[in-house]
């Protein structure tokens, strides 16, 4: 079998594809739609400076953000929504509350794209945890307090929101004695609920709390809490339907204290925490899983370099219950960005240096996991002359990528990022830079490379065609935008995808391959293999063969005429003889006719001469009695 290197027939597209080929083909190698774009940003009031951005996404890549801003008398809650394909939109203050500064925002979206926001806002003597909601197509609504024990102050809230739209908020609270960890539920047509004390030990303060929540709504959130001579981590479970369970001490370590703890959950329910904690030389980094059904296993430290302290771990989850936890850590010169990977079924790994850069310090990482596992980690990292923003991408299989500057404006150091990504891939990174005179919020998005072929099929004509026809129609389907090309030469495609070309064909197996090739350069193929059949050589092979039988009809219609001539011969003969007979017979006859006469006229004479008539000599006598 041979591959033949076919030409089309498509004589239409030979010039009015040139330019649009050449501008389809030019971004084939790399996809120019991919990575960071341009740092943008995301408020416009200059009252004052806005800092400690939170950003998150829904399942479409939508974004909500909030931070609190001074407006030369107090600082207040405000947010801006991202809307892919549109962009940021206007900043809008969502509490009205003067009484007191707003600080400490938070925020969550579910996967329509509503959100739920929390703070803490000093009403002249204390603090209270606020709250407003934000719904697609209705904009915010009215600021609400969601707990009213006046006590003592609260902070330190944190909020995370379920698939459906129903939340969980956690934060911290003084009893005049010490701090708790209280929380409210938020049910979407119902509100939120009654505030409720989520641990009941009263040996000392607890604090700063974190909340993560699963695809049923159920919830698990850790705090950092005094047994009187050191901190320890604690856990709470939510279940729907019965409420928080009982506070459980999830690490036993008790050589040296423990700080802020993070906590994130899979679909499923399963939970991974991290904390750093002080071993009486430095701080390490540590972990422990809990599963449903069975409850929290055994912490486990997860960061082996005693070069000097890791601090300020962050974690994210996948779908699968997989894991990334990043943090910063001293090598003695600097602080760099560090971070390891759990697998369900074989636990954590070694960790790994995710920044090479050493002109300065690097801290306070953030990380996003989507939905396969791939990460965005951010940071910001002094150039020694300010500090800027970085970012790497872990991507599964792979590992880390190279570190990233998202933002190139020096006017001013940009502190502090957050980072969340949507199910795809797609992240939005926010953080607040300084300007020369305040503080501003910024942003960028990163768009997750496609990697994925464009669609392609090739319904005509059918694979294993055999035809005599030197052309043939080919056919079927791919993305609009796509670059197509059969056998090396460019096709035109439509705007719903369907393209149609006529291919001539050369005798023998002519195999037919269509290549997609789409803006980020991956490519998809199809082929069939035609067979084309030259009826002409048969033809004449048929004519040949009819001529030879042709020309075996005449032999044998010669050599039956000359049968037919020697049977005419014969007949010819035979008629003469049959001729002959008969004339013979009729003298036979005639003789016969001569001879009875002459013999009936003799025995005339006979009778006559005896006196007996005729007839009575032939009576013969009478019998004898």
Avoid at 295 to 314: H, K
Avoid at 315 to 333: C, E, M, P, R, T
Wanted: proline letters at 3%; a negative charge; glycine letters at 12%.
């Amino acid at each position: 079998m041979r591959a033949i290197s076919t030409y089309t027939l498509c004589a239409a597209i030979i010039g009015s594809l040139l330019l649009a080929s050449a501008a389809s083909v030019s971004g084939l190698e790399d996809d120019v739609n991919s990575g960071w774009g341009v740092a943008t940003l995301v408020e416009i009031d200059n009252t004052g400076g806005a800092s400690n951005p939170q950003v998150a996404v829904d399942g479409s890549g939508n974004a909500i953000a909030v931070w609190y801003q001074d407006d030369g008398t107090r600082n207040n809650i405000w947010s801006n929504r991202y809307v892919v394909g549109t962009g940021w939109g206007a900043a809008t203050l969502i509490e009205t509350d003067n009484s007191g500064d707003a600080y400490n925002s938070q925020v969550g979206v579910d996967g329509s794209g509503d959100a739920i926001a929390v703070w803490q806002q000093d009403d002249g003597l204390r603090y209270s945890i606020w709250s407003n909601r934000y719904v697609v197509g209705a904009g915010w609504g009215i600021a609400t307090l969601i707990e009213t024990d006046n006590t003592g102050g609260a902070s330190s809230p944190q909020v995370a929101i379920g698939g459906s739209g129903d939340a969980i908020a956690v934060w911290s609270q003084y009893d005049g004695t010490r701090s708790n960890i209280w929380s409210n539920r938020y049910v979407v047509g119902a509100g939120w609920g009654i505030a409720t004390l989520i641990e009941t030990d009263n040996t000392g303060d607890a604090y700063l709390p974190q909340v993560a929540i699963d695809g049923s709504g159920d919830a698990i959130a850790v705090w950092y809490q005094s047994d009187g001579t050191r901190y320890n981590v604690w856990s709470n479970r939510y279940v729907i339907g019965t409420g928080w369970g009982i506070a459980t001490l999830i690490e036993t370590d008790n050589t040296g204290g423990v700080s802020s703890p993070q906590v994130a959950v899979d679909g499923s329910g399963n939970a991974i925490a991290v904390w750093y904690q002080y071993d009486g030389t430095r701080s390490n980094i540590w972990s422990n899983r809990y599963v449903v059904g069975t409850g929290w296993g055994i912490a486990t430290l997860i960061e082996t370099d005693n070069s000097g302290t890791a601090v300020y771990p962050q974690v994210a989850v996948d779908g699968s219950g997989n894991a990334i936890a990043v943090w910063y850590q001293d090598d003695g010169l600097r602080d760099n960005i560090w971070s390891n990977r759990y697998v369900v079924g074989t636990g954590w790994g070694i960790a790994t240096l995710i920044e090479t850069d050493n002109l300065g310090d690097a801290a306070r990482p953030q990380v996003a996991v989507d939905g396969s596992g791939n990460a965005i980690a951010v940071w910001h990292q002094f150039d020694g002359a300010l500090y800027n923003i970085w970012s790497s991408r872990y991507v599964v299989g792979i590992g880390w990528e190279t570190a990233k500057s998202l933002e190139t404006g020096n006017s001013g150091g940009a502190v502090y990022p957050q980072v969340a990504v949507d199910g795809s891939g797609n992240a939005i990174a926010v953080w607040y830079q300084w300007d020369g005179t305040r503080s501003d919020i910024w942003s960028n998005r990163y768009v997750k490379p496609d990697t994925t072929p464009p669609s392609l099929s090739l319904d005509r004509p059918s694979d294993g065609l055999t035809t005599e026809t030197p052309v043939v129609t080919v056919s079927g389907t791919t993305e609009s935008d796509a670059a197509l090309s059969i056998n090396g030469i460019l096709v035109a495609v439509e705007i719903d995808g369907s393209y149609s070309c006529t291919i001539a064909l050369v005798e023998g197996i002519n195999t037919i391959a269509a290549t997609a090739t789409d803006a980020s350069g991956n490519s998809a193929t199809a082929s069939v293999s035609v067979t084309h059949i030259n009826p002409v050589p048969g033809l004449e092979d048929e004519l040949v063969a009819v001529q030879d039988e042709l020309n075996a009809t005449q032999d044998d219609l010669d050599a039956t005429d000359e049968e037919l001539r020697s049977t005419s011969d014969d007949l010819d003969d035979v008629r003469s003889q049959n001729l002959m007979l008969m004339a013979v017979l009729a003298v036979f006859a005639i003789l016969a006719v001569v001879m009875s006469v002459m013999f009936f006229s003799l025995r005339k004479k006979i009778a006559d001469m005896s006196g007996k008539s005729v007839e009575e000599e032939e009576t013969p006598p009478p019998p004898q009695g």
